[in-house]
């Protein structure tokens, strides 16, 4: 009987491996770990009990608890469900499907590059902290409902006006979309990970977080050293000059 396998259990078994690291990788990166191994302690003993011991009061317990904590699961993590749906529709494969419908797209936004990294250079060397978010294919729309719309030409002295230290604006995010700067002062999500160096303030945090949740590209000026860094896929990547910030921006 062992060696009465089709290809068909073979796929099966393969898929349900990577499901669940996929699962895994999902509880890990909103700091669930912990969730992911209870989950899978409770979904062993559920198969012990009903299926190896065939207890039949306990096992319709554990029948009911899966069902119900299935639900549970499902609301408590909704964000993150959610967060892993729309990582799987933008993965490199479907994304390359739909690059040759947007090469005009790239092409427009790649003009408005040079505008951000002359006036985070600028900052940098006036210590002027700001946070910039660059949309990609993943739309903004929701974090700029949450801040002053703008709807400018990319300009470097409007970048430098919006975050002088006494301005209006100067607190929260200046977001780009479509070549444009469409709002500024918006609220981001803010990254809960644990490993985010001290040193990092409210505005790191921040753009960790939109990373993490969006393909965007986040650069944050550091009012405290000059520094700018750059978050992508929920990764820093600090330290840049005007050359690797470019390359970072103009990255499809």
């Not at 011991?53 to 096992?59: H, I, P, V, Y």
């Not at 408590?76 to 090469?103: C, E, M, P, T, V």
């Not at 940098?124 to 949309?135: F, H, M, N």
């Amino acid at each position: 009987m062992f060696f009465d396998i089709s290809v068909k259990d073979v796929i099966d078994v393969l898929l349900v491996a990577v499901s669940l690291y996929y699962l895994y990788k999902l509880m890990k990166e909103s700091g669930s770990l912990s969730v992911f191994t209870g989950i899978l302690i409770f979904i062993l003993l559920w198969v012990f009990v009903s299926r190896v011991l065939q207890m039949r009061l306990l096992g319709s317990i554990f029948d009911q608890l899966m069902s119900v904590g299935t639900l549970a699961l499902i609301v408590i993590f909704q964000d993150d469900i959610r967060r892993f749906f729309k990582n799987l529709g933008s993965h490199r494969h479907f994304k390359a499907l739909s690059r040759f419908f947007k090469k005009e797209a790239v092409a427009e936004d790649a003009s408005s590059y040079m505008p951000i990294v002359m006036a985070c250079m600028s900052m940098s060397q006036q210590k002027v902290g700001a946070l910039i978010v660059v949309e990609r294919k993943e739309t903004l729309d929701e974090y700029a409902k949450t801040g002053e719309k703008i709807d400018a030409d990319v300009n470097q002295r409007l970048i430098e006006s919006i975050f002088f230290k006494n301005a209006p604006l100067h607190d929260g995010a200046m977001l780009v979309q479509h070549g444009r700067i469409s709002a500024a002062s918006c609220i981001l999500p803010v990254s809960h990970e644990l490993d985010i160096p001290k040193k990092f303030g409210l505005r790191h945090r921040s753009a960790k977080g939109i990373s993490e949740v969006t393909d965007a590209v986040a650069i944050v000026v550091s009012e405290e050293t000059g520094n700018i860094t750059a978050a992508v896929k929920g990764k820093f990547m600090m330290g840049l000059n005007a050359q690797k910030l470019e390359e970072i921006l103009s990255r499809d």
